[in-house]
């Protein structure tokens, strides 16, 4: 399978641990996004990878959030103090971008389901 | 990015087509409009996109009206597997300075009936 990758699947966790999430992105692909989803609405955005540069972020990301693309491939979502807003699915989602490519989908993976206890 | 609107919920019977509409009357020429669909417990998965014409696919055909102002999602043979969450978004294309992120709506729960 050559999509994107989400590592765990499930997650659940007492209020005030960190937590740490994992994102394979196509191979080829240079963008990075997270997103985040509640229950009954739409994915939200997050945050966004150029290559290994993070270029934007959401006000919904607050202090506690932390991502990191090293390497320009995988990325990893942290949030520490973790809190019971923060249970959520969240999202990451690779697609290719250049001039010679505008208009390219995003492709999502399935998803960290966290559950704050 | 321009706002999207769409019904909030459509029925469809089982091997008809299914039309969804969606209204983005202030869409602008720079803009790409995006079709996905999200299955219960699953991650949005990408369906078509289109900047003015029609385009069509081996999952559905996209129609966009000559002035761009509104879209339709074609599923032309319905199965009981297409019942989903369909999300129509409007983006500028990722190039340049434009990092293209997906601002996503409430969007249209399909139901497909036996």
């Known amino acids: 399978d050559t999509g994107v990758s989400q590592d765990p699947r499930h997650k659940i966790t007492k209020r005030g641990q960190n937590v740490t999430f994992r994102c394979d992105p196509i191979?080829?692909?240079?963008?990075l996004y997270w997103y985040r989803q509640t229950l009954g609405q739409g994915p939200e955005f997050l945050t966004y990878f150029q290559n290994e540069a993070q270029l934007e972020k959401s006000r919904l990301l607050s202090d506690r959030f932390s991502a990191e693309r090293p390497k320009g491939s995988f990325s990893t979502l942290e949030i520490q103090r973790t809190e019971q807003g923060d249970s959520a699915m969240y999202l990451c989602?690779?697609?290719?971008?250049?001039?010679?490519?505008?208009?390219?989908?995003?492709?999502f993976g399935d998803g960290t389901r966290l559950s704050i206890l | 990015d321009a706002k999207t609107t769409q019904p909030t919920s459509m029925d469809c019977a089982e091997g008809r087509a299914a039309n969804l509409p969606c209204n983005h009357s202030?869409?602008?020429?720079?803009?790409?409009v995006y079709w996905y669909r999200q299955i219960h417990s699953q991650g949005p998965q990408y369906i078509i996109h289109?900047?003015?014409n029609n385009e069509t696919n081996e999952m559905a055909s996209l129609i966009i009206t000559e002035d761009r102002k509104s879209s339709t999602l074609i599923l032309p043979h319905a199965t009981l597997r297409d019942t989903a969450v369909y999300y129509c978004?409007?983006?500028?294309?990722?190039?340049?300075?434009?990092?293209?992120?997906?601002?996503f709506g409430q969007g249209t729960i399909l139901t497909v009936h036996p």
């Open positions: 202030t869409i602008s020429g720079n803009e790409y």
């Open positions: 989602a690779s697609s290719l971008s250049g001039t010679n490519s505008p208009g390219q989908p995003q492709h």
């Open positions: 289109g900047l003015k």
């Open positions: 978004i409007v983006r500028v294309s990722a190039g340049g300075t434009s990092y293209g992120k997906l601002t």
């Open positions: 191979s080829e692909h240079n963008r």
